[in-house]
């Protein structure tokens, strides 16, 4: 991957092209350690991280930064440094986002990358080799699902509609007898590209997904058609300060409209 110039502007393709890439070699290398016990140890006494994280952050950061050195890093394995507030570009990463649903030896986990400018994405993503699925985005590109292009769903009678009960139980009539509850995703990102690829409707976002949880989905969920918004009605912003959000809701039109209306009950 070829270095770039500190000062020349990169175009969104070419980023895309760069973060495609790199994320394909990312899954490739988790994929050795799926199925096969790797080894385990527990972040803050209560959320696991494995060596195949570790070894595609460490893979991710080496070759990314090669290709970009001027570009600030944000990974959710790798100690933050303030020195990335200071540059133009940022990489902001999860090596594998849904690291317990990876050890379970579920299919739902992905390699998130995304380049932010401003707070904004301006390319994304998600790398999921388990399920056989890549979805990418650049901002004002589109969005796609291995090639194809992909669009939030038109809403039915009835709404497939994730994230916590007690969120969904805030909601009135009559959304909630519209309302089919799915399975739990260990991977935020991953539950964000099927809202994006109009796989379910909507989901509500408990407190405190991290900008690497949600930078690469978030873009590719816009570009599709969709929001993911706070209790203000705003979209989020990316590799600043505070890195941390409040609860959100991710879907389109009426439905997430009535989402955000409820996530300051």
């Known amino acids: 991957m070829p270095e770039v110039d500190a000062g020349a502007p990169v175009a969104d393709a070419e980023e895309l092209s760069l973060l495609r890439e790199a994320g394909r070699a990312a899954g490739a290398i988790a994929m050795r350690y799926f199925g096969k016990e790797p080894q385990v140890w527990m972040k803050a006494g209560t959320s696991p991280v494995s060596e195949a994280d ?5 893979y991710l950061r080496e070759t990314l930064l090669a290709a970009r050195p001027a570009y600030g890093w944000l990974s959710e394995e790798t100690a933050d440094h303030p ?13 594998i986002d849904g690291t ?3 050890l379970a ?3 739902a986990w992905c390699v998130s990358v995304a380049i932010v400018e401003d707070g904004r994405s301006v390319a994304g993503v998600l790398e999921c080799p388990a399920r056989g699925e890549t979805y990418w ?4 590109g589109g969005a796609f699902r291995n090639d194809e292009p992909i669009r939030v769903r038109a809403p039915g009678e ?7 009960k007690p969120m969904f139980d805030r909601m009135p009539e009559p959304w909630q007898s519209r309302f089919r509850r799915v399975a739990y995703s260990p991977s935020l990102a991953v539950r964000l590209a099927l809202i994006a690829g ?7 976002v408990k407190p405190n997904a991290h900008d690497w949880d949600i930078a690469a989905a978030e873009l590719i969920l ?18 600043g300060e505070d890195i941390r959000h409040g609860a959100l809701a991710a879907g389109s039109g009426e439905l997430l409209d009535a989402m955000v209306a409820r996530l300051d009950a």
């Open 222 to 239: 816009i570009e599709a058609g969709g929001r993911l918004l706070d209790r203000f009605g705003r979209i989020p912003a990316f590799a």
């Open 100 to 102: 317990r649903g990876f």
């Open 158 to 164: 009835i709404l497939d509609v994730a994230g916590p």
């Open 83 to 95: 020195a990335r507030l200071s540059a133009r570009r940022t990489f902001v990463v999860d090596p």
């Open 105 to 107: 030896g579920s299919d």
């Open 198 to 204: 109009g796989e379910l409707d909507a989901s509500f």
């Open 137 to 140: 985005a650049t901002a004002g």
């Open 54 to 58: 570790y070894a595609a952050d460490t």
